[in-house]
């Protein structure tokens, strides 16, 4: 069965799905996306990941009007198309094509591209895993809560990451813990959970604001501040959050081990409520 892409009108076969290559998401990272989940092909909170487009889009004064409907129904054509049960999807929008020139036209036609991917989540049954992280500079533009394909300081931290074994890279920014490359960043410290605030420094992830309401429903303790590098360190818990990771565990920062490199109860407790939730 051939994977399927959606480009502007038409559906179309992945390997031939190809954009211009003056569109300004090619050359200048001129383009918002948004990656949603598909669990047990269930399509997961797509009306947060709309708003957050929407956001995105209106931002950096993209001329379109989005039809909602629309990109719901591309969104689950894809998932019959593909047969999807377990994976991603991944929506993005360029503002255009026009000859290279950095002031952008009015009235370009944006175009959208949609395509899905197999993935296997990390998921609170027995094979729940948790994993390193390491800290890495927050040299990102000063819009990251825009969630534009603008993401070479993201790159470079999630390569080094890697290229060290760890799972993902935790930005500081001073003293400050951000978010991190992928993702937000939570800690627990004497059964209290505590996250950046969602300003213009972090993505109000969608998995972080379906989490608060889960955190505000089962009477935890939620506090939504700027935490220390010195607090992530002596933290009782760590877990990131994102639509590919869910709620994953960090049992170890730099070569700082986190409750001795065990998955903390909260974080489970949480994830499994949270699992139960979305499904
Ligand atoms: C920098 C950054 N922060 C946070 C997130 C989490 O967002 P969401 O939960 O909407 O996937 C992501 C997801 O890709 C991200 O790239």
Not at 73 to 88: D, E, H, V
Not at 169 to 189: D, L, P, Q
Not at 251 to 268: H, L, P
């Amino acid at each position: 069965m051939p994977n399927i892409a959606f480009i502007n009108s038409r559906y179309i076969e992945f390997k031939n799905a190809k954009v211009h290559i003056e569109d300004r998401g090619f050359q200048f990272s001129d383009s918002v996306y948004e990656v949603l989940k598909v669990i047990n092909k269930k399509l997961i909170d797509f009306d947060f990941h709309f708003k957050r487009l929407k956001y995105s889009s209106s931002e950096l004064n993209f001329n379109i009007k989005i039809d909602k409907k629309k990109i719901h129904r591309i969104f689950l054509s894809l998932i019959k198309k593909n047969n999807l049960t377990n994976g991603i999807i991944y929506l993005q929008i360029t503002r255009g094509t026009q000859a290279r020139e950095h002031a952008y036209k009015k009235n370009l036609k944006p175009n959208i591209i949609v395509y899905t991917a197999k993935k296997n989540f990390n998921l609170p049954n027995k094979n729940y895993k948790g994993f390193k992280a390491i800290t890495y500079p927050d040299i990102r533009w000063g819009r990251p809560d825009i969630k534009t394909t603008s993401l070479l300081a993201n790159i470079l931290a999630a390569t080094y990451a890697a290229n060290v074994g760890a799972y993902e890279s935790i930005f500081i920014k001073g003293n400050k813990i951000t978010e991190a490359a992928h993702s937000n960043v939570w800690i627990i410290k004497k059964k209290k959970i505590i996250t950046h605030p969602a300003n213009k420094e972090i993505l109000k992830g969608v998995t972080r604001t379906v989490l608060i309401s889960l955190i505000k429903s089962l009477n935890l303790d939620l506090i939504e501040r700027e935490f220390t590098i010195k607090e992530l360190y002596n933290s009782d818990e760590i877990f990131i959050t994102s639509s590919g990771s869910l709620i994953t565990p960090i049992i170890q920062v730099d070569k700082i081990k986190i409750n001795n490199c065990k998955i903390g109860s909260i974080t489970k407790s949480l994830a499994t409520n949270f699992y139960k939730a979305i499904i």
